[in-house]
């Protein structure tokens, strides 16, 4: 690529490039260089993401049953390409290459998003051995599927670890007081419903 060549070309012409393949998957436009599926536990979020230097694509799962999620730290994403910088403004591809690279990659992104657009696939997602935060949508996601006592175990992971991420400790909270209470589908659809409202996603439920 031209040392003129910015990043923000590449995603623009990513962005007329993919739009098509997204929504013929059933995504709807979102943001700019964004877009979202739905169904009834899950939420996908795919976006454009030009860098400073380099231009991929970052891929999400979220539970809508978690609290207070944040379409930037899906705890179960990947990004393409895998590895920094192999979409440099300043490399020697040309904007065709990036283009076909990246379509080339498309059926790998949807076996990834496919695989995970139950609660099931983000809950098999996460390991066991999974660092603190993980822990929590774990639990989360044991808990819509009815696994009440591993989700309990996995809450109490992530309480006794101590963090503290923005209202995370306080949901976490929530959900083990429903768990021994017997009212947790009416604390995971509150979080849905929130979620919902909060990133303004009502349109896009088909």
């Known amino acids: 690529m031209s040392g003129s060549l910015k990043a923000n070309d590449i995603a623009n012409a990513l962005l007329v490039s993919l739009s098509p393949f997204l929504e013929s998957e ?3 436009k979102y943001k700019p260089k964004q877009f979202v599926k739905l169904n009834e536990d899950v939420l996908l979020h795919v976006q454009i993401f030009p860098n400073k230097n380099d ?3 970052w891929c999400a799962a979220h539970p809508l049953c978690q609290n207070n999620i944040s379409l930037g730290s899906g705890i179960v994403a990947e990004r393409f390409p895998e590895k920094e910088g192999v979409l440099k403004v300043d490399g020697q591809d040309s904007l065709d290459d990036v283009i076909e690279y990246i379509i080339n990659r498309l059926p ?15 809950e098999k997602s996460i390991s066991d051995n999974a660092k603190t935060f993980p822990l929590l949508v774990k639990g989360f996601c044991l808990a819509s599927l009815g696994s009440y006592e591993s989700s309990q175990a996995f809450i109490m992971k ?5 963090l503290d991420i923005g209202e ?3 949901g976490a909270k929530q959900l083990l007081n429903s768990l021994s209470e017997g009212s947790t589908k009416e604390v995971l659809e509150e979080n849905r419903s929130n979620n919902i409202k ?8 088909s």
């Open 26 to 28: 059933g995504f709807k």
């Open 55 to 57: 231009v991929y694509l």
């Open 108 to 122: 790998d992104l949807f076996q990834f998003l496919n695989d995970r657009f139950t609660m099931e696939g983000i």
């Open 158 to 162: 992530f309480i006794n670890s101590g």
């Open 168 to 170: 995370s400790r306080s």
């Open 198 to 205: 909060k990133l303004r996603l009502n349109k896009y439920i």
